[in-house]
């Protein structure tokens, strides 16, 4: 238990450690026949390597890494989309630094602005607000890309925008919600999953009751976590004891910074802004019903679709993956990261070929970073 | 982009508008204070609270501020966010 001694709380650490151990066993899991967890968020999944996780936790107990790392599960069109709109001569693409290095089918964000194109990295919406007020001679497109955590941001942006009569700012929008793509995943039959642990900072904004048909219809746990190691391992207990229980339930092991209703001000912004567009495509996913968000017509003016007629509202448009990549069975928890062919050989994180290899939140690179000899050795 | 980091709210700039300046580990950056705010933006003055891309969206105390900035620094995640937010003043200045 090396790894435990790297907890701000190493005592509190193995004392949960080791009640996870016995309630696996008590649970009857096994390494043949493990107990199989999803941490739903890309932050997590970050965490489990960089702590080891996975490896002081019992053998009987598999995570399964799913589909929250928004970087991960953007389609190639949406890249395609983008740099076709930051290669418009008046346009500045704005976008969080996150999104520059997902390969698209022509090129990624860096290589379109080596090529000239002027995409600026910024750290909020509210910087292209800023480059807006600043170059009203340019038309400043800001890509909106992300969960529930980041949408408040880009609904209070345009608010502002719209307060102020910004004319030359406009959002592309391409944000997600975390329930849909769970439902898939629940009615996909290939797929045993017994529980899950939530992404907090979303539930910071939603809080938990969107969660409840996980408990009420599919009849399995979720806990809401924070992003501690040591909150991790509390929820992944939690969960665990649920199972034992026989109990599905939605709790809330981050309620420090999670409230049950979520934050109202975040809620009413992006309702008064954003309505779910009547479907969305996730990269490995496919086409989810009500999975993505798209700007209301009363906010049309600072719509980068409506106004430069690309994305969703003009055309639909399909790229197939890279060849040999399996981004796809990766993302639905089908295979794990080492058995795709490319990984560590045509897909590192220098040389990303898939979306999961990119961020640091994406399970590939996650696997890459910290997987160690065990990763190696089965790529070997 | 997706964790938050821990920030203190030292000065209002524009109370209208609900922005403040926040201190986050040692650097300043306006923040948008809305999605905290429960009356005047005044009120927040010396509290801490997480940001998320410039928004402070949940009310923390201190001693939470401190275990998150710890924990996102074993993830290497303050440094990003702390990066990010310069390539944004950058970005605001025409640099690319």
Not at chain 1, 55 to 82: N, Q, S, W, Y
Not at chain 1, 131 to 136: F, G, L
Request: net charge negative.
């Amino acid at each position: 238990m090396k790894y435990a001694d790297e907890f701000r709380d190493p005592k509190a650490a193995r004392a949960v450690l080791e009640r996870i151990a016995a309630v696996t066993d008590e649970i009857g899991a096994t390494a043949e026949n493990p107990v199989r967890i999803m941490e739903v968020c890309g932050g997590h999944t970050h965490a489990i390597f960089r702590y080891g996780l996975d490896k002081l936790t019992p053998a009987g107990l598999d995570f399964i890494h799913g589909p929250g790392c928004p970087v991960c599960v953007l389609p190639m069109a949406r890249v395609d989309e983008c740099v076709e709109l930051a290669e418009r001569p008046e346009v500045i693409f704005t976008t969080f630094g996150d999104a520059m290095r997902v390969p698209g089918s022509r090129k990624s964000l860096l290589q379109a602005k080596a090529d000239g194109a002027d995409i600026r990295m910024v750290y909020s919406p509210l910087d292209a607000l800023e480059i807006a007020r600043r170059n009203p001679a340019r038309e400043v497109v800001f890509f909106g890309l992300g969960f529930e955590t980041t949408t408040p941001s880009t609904a209070l942006s345009i608010k502002a925008a719209a307060a102020e009569g910004l004319g030359n700012f406009t959002v592309f929008c391409n944000h997600i919600t975390v329930p849909p793509p769970i439902k898939v995943l629940l009615d996909d039959p290939y797929m045993r999953l017994d529980g899950f642990v939530g992404p907090g900072h979303v539930s910071m904004v939603i809080g938990i009751h969107p969660y409840d048909f996980i408990a009420d219809d599919y009849g399995k746990p979720i806990v809401v976590a924070g992003f501690e190691p040591l909150d991790l391992l509390q929820s992944v207990l939690m969960v665990l004891e649920q199972i034992r229980d026989g109990r599905a339930e939605v709790e809330n092991q981050y309620a420090r910074v999670v409230p049950e209703h979520g934050n109202p001000v975040s809620i009413a912004a992006i309702a008064e802004v954003y309505e779910p567009r009547p479907s969305f495509e996730w990269r490995g996913l496919g086409e989810i019903d009500a999975s993505g968000l798209r700007i209301r017509a009363e906010y049309a003016a600072y719509d980068a679709e409506a106004k430069f007629g690309v994305g969703y509202g003009a055309e639909s448009r399909n790229v197939p993956e890279p060849e040999g990549c399996a981004c796809g069975a990766v993302m639905t928890g089908r295979i794990k990261p080492v058995a795709c062919p490319q990984f560590g050989r045509g897909c590192t994180p220098e040389m990303p070929l898939g979306a999961l290899m990119v961020s640091s939140e994406g399970a590939c690179a996650a696997y890459y970073q910290y997987g160690g000899a065990r990763a190696v050795d089965v790529v070997d | 982009m997706c964790l938050g980091i821990p920030g203190q709210i030292v000065a209002i700039t524009d109370s209208a508008r609900m922005m403040a300046m926040a201190e986050v580990s040692g650097v300043r950056r306006e923040v948008n204070v809305a999605c905290i705010a429960q009356g005047p933006a005044e009120g927040l003055l010396g509290k801490w609270a997480l940001i998320h891309v410039g928004f402070a969206m949940a009310l923390i105390d201190e001693e939470e501020a401190a275990k998150t900035l710890e924990a996102l620094r074993g993830l290497g995640e303050a440094q990003e966010a702390l990066e990010a937010m310069a390539a944004g003043d950058a970005a605001l200045e025409g640099q690319r």
